[in-house]
């Protein structure tokens, strides 16, 4: 494959592009036209957004905004704060909820696996009353409901706010599709070992809820690599997943909102699912150590030193071969010496077409000192002769 090198630098100066690599072809992937009210796909090893549309947007989450609720779990978990086979007693309050339950009531006591999975398998609303009394500041499931909103803030979730711990309808409970992709990865990247639990596609609990018993995530049994995480649905907030599906080493991520139907639904999350796994493909566009630039170096005992990548450079990018992707290493200089081999003097900015630009550190290949009397004097002779020919101004 070929890269197509612009070299831009601030100021009047040039940088030399070294022949040393092929030029990238790819056609743009057709855009996926979504019926979602908002929807948003990352790919989750490049980082690469394959689809925003109101990604920004607060909107009611529905059942989706439990993953935040097991979020704190886990974390709670990993630092000893709760335990697997911690019984949690059931108040009042969560025993009131209705909707999507495990049945809970007063004299239960409950693991806290069982409501770990209750809620993943289940939607229970009930099970996430139980888990937000427990961690809760004031133990209370409004006090807890603050508590997410901060956290969420604290990873990068600006668009959420939260009223209750399952998504039950309620004034100023709002998260945006970007915040849900935020909240997914760091599930997935985050807890490894409890990931696992979100592709089971059923739980009994006691046998109480024959009625309630499986996974709602409708791409769980189609063999595309579904293995997580939340479906959503109000009359508010129309029918909505949040989902994850690996294929080989690639793992995306994607958020849906405000579709019509369960079956809507389904048809649009596998319809993305397979859009963005056929559609694009993770190349190497640039090997480690391989010089992609020179860099001017000004009082060095070597008047330039390459640029290079400390790693192989990869991009996702369309799969389909036929139009070129535009490249640029992108510096201040010159630089000045001394120079350290690694020392990042630059970027590699690539631009997909119709996705967005990927930037690269690149570092410098060797160590170059600062140059001797005789360097500074041949530098300071260089600067006297522009000076007279180019005049006081830099004018001819």
Not at 55 to 63: G, I, N, R
Not at 197 to 210: N, V
Not at 230 to 259: C, M, N, P, W
Request: glycine fraction near 8%; aromatic fraction near 8%.
């Amino acid at each position: 494959m070929l890269l197509q090198i612009n070299p831009r630098l601030s100021g009047a100066l040039r940088l030399t592009v070294l022949a040393f690599a092929t030029v990238l072809w790819a056609l743009p992937a057709a855009a996926f036209e979504t019926r979602a009210r908002a929807a948003y796909i990352l790919d989750q090893g490049t980082g690469t957004v394959l689809l925003s549309k109101n990604p920004d947007q607060p909107l009611p989450p529905a059942s989706m905004s439990k993953l935040m609720t097991l979020y704190v779990a886990f974390e709670a978990l990993r630092d000893g704060r709760l335990t697997l086979d911690e019984k949690l007693p059931v108040s009042e309050h969560a025993m009131s909820y209705g909707g999507s339950t495990m049945f809970l009531d007063t004299t239960d006591r409950v693991r806290v696996e069982d409501l770990l999975r209750g809620i993943i398998v289940l939607s229970g609303n009930d099970a996430c009353a139980v888990i937000a009394e427990a961690l809760s500041p004031d133990g209370t499931e409004a006090g807890f409901a603050r508590y997410m909103t901060q956290r969420a803030q604290q990873i990068g979730m600006t668009n959420s706010t939260f009223a209750n711990s399952n998504g039950w309808p309620a004034a100023g409970h709002r998260m945006s599709v970007h915040d849900l992709a935020v909240l997914a990865r760091h599930i997935i990247t985050d807890f490894p070992q409890y990931y696992s639990l979100f592709s089971e596609t059923e739980f009994a609990f006691d046998g109480r809820a024959p009625s309630n018993t499986h996974n709602r995530n409708p791409l769980l049994h189609l063999g595309v690599g579904a293995d997580g995480l939340k479906t959503g649905h109000t009359e508010e907030a129309g029918y909505g997943l949040v989902g994850s599906a690996k294929q080989g080493d690639r793992r995306v991520i994607f958020v849906l909102f405000g579709l019509g139907s369960k079956e809507a639904r389904a048809d649009e999350a596998e319809a993305v699912v397979n859009w963005s796994f056929r559609q694009f493909a993770e190349k190497i566009v640039l090997r480690a150590e391989t010089p992609v630039a020179q860099a001017k170096v000004f009082m060095g005992r070597e008047p330039e030193v390459n640029l290079v990548a400390t790693e192989d450079v990869t991009a996702l990018l369309p799969a389909l071969s036929a139009d070129k992707i535009e490249a640029e290493v992108v510096y201040t200089g010159p630089i000045h010496a001394p120079i350290t081999k690694g020392d990042q003097l630059g970027e590699l900015v690539l631009k997909p077409e119709g996705l967005e630009e990927i930037r690269r550190p690149l570092v410098a290949d060797r160590t170059v000192p600062t140059g001797g009397f005789t360097v500074r004097v041949q530098t300071a002779a260089r600067a006297l002769v522009t000076r007279f020919v180019k005049g006081p101004e830099g004018t001819m």
